[in-house]
């Protein structure tokens, strides 16, 4: 595939479940990123990526939330017990990382979460 | 921290008119600058970027962005809008050249009037 894919692209939980989002970023990209992004929100950075190794989950906004990219390549954001303001739309975002410092990140439509 | 501010929600303008969208931004350092669009439905998709090279910087689809530092500014701008520019625009600082996180503005949706 050319680009970053998701999913599932649409996701409904109630409240209390768990649920797992997943992201396959671009062949060889080194990089991974997940953003959440709230209704008429823009993205927020939650948490980053590089190969396996777990480099910033600055962002997650509570210990519900764990992401894991364990072979560096796929990765998966879990959501445990789900909560209504969990319902956002997740994005995953890749870049390559190579020789050109000045990467570019190239994001996924997106797994919209709706908790009920 | 970094932060940048999109001073308009929402603007709408007439096809063939020009564009501009303002934002402003906050950093301790040299910041790295973007600009995304968002169709509905889509995903988001890079306009242009500013990483300290020129401070005029043309992107995609006929946009360019000015990088002013003592204005603390980054208003993207076209001059003629198409049907297909409808769409909501995000300004965005990141940090380490755009390795690590990405910041976002709150977006503008801009509106062609036909």
């Known amino acids: 595939g050319a680009g970053v894919s998701q999913s599932p692209r649409y996701k409904v939980a109630k409240r209390g479940q768990d649920v797992a989002l997943r992201c396959d970023p671009i062949s060889g990209h080194v990089s991974l990123f997940w953003y959440q992004q709230a209704l008429g929100q823009g993205p927020e950075f939650l948490t980053y990526?590089?190969?396996?190794?777990?480099?910033?989950k600055s962002g997650l906004p509570s210990d519900r939330f764990f992401a894991e990219r364990p072979e560096g390549s796929v990765s998966t954001l879990k959501i445990q017990r789900t909560q209504q303001e969990d319902s956002a739309v997740y994005l995953c975002a890749s870049s390559f990382t190579g020789d050109d410092y000045e990467e570019t990140q190239y994001f996924g439509p997106g797994t919209r979460l709706l908790v009920l | 921290a970094q932060s940048v501010t999109q001073l308009d929600s929402h603007v709408s303008v007439s096809e063939g008119t020009p564009v501009l969208l303002r934002c402003n931004y906050s950093?301790?350092?040299?910041?790295?600058l973007f600009w995304y669009v968002q169709h509905p439905n889509k995903g988001l998709q890079l306009l242009l970027k500013y990483t300290s090279a020129a401070t005029l910087v043309k992107g995609i689809n006929g946009f360019e962005a000015e990088f002013k530092k003592s204005e603390t500014s980054f208003h993207l701008t076209k001059p003629s809008a198409h049907m297909s520019d409808a769409a909501e625009y995000f300004c965005?600082?990141?940090?380490?050249?755009?390795?690590?996180?990405?910041?976002f503005g709150t977006g503008t949706r801009l509106t062609i009037i036909p």
């Open positions: 990526f590089q190969n396996e190794a777990q480099l910033d």
């Open positions: 950093s301790s350092y040299s910041p790295s």
């Open positions: 965005v600082v990141g940090y380490n050249f755009g390795n690590e996180k990405l910041t």
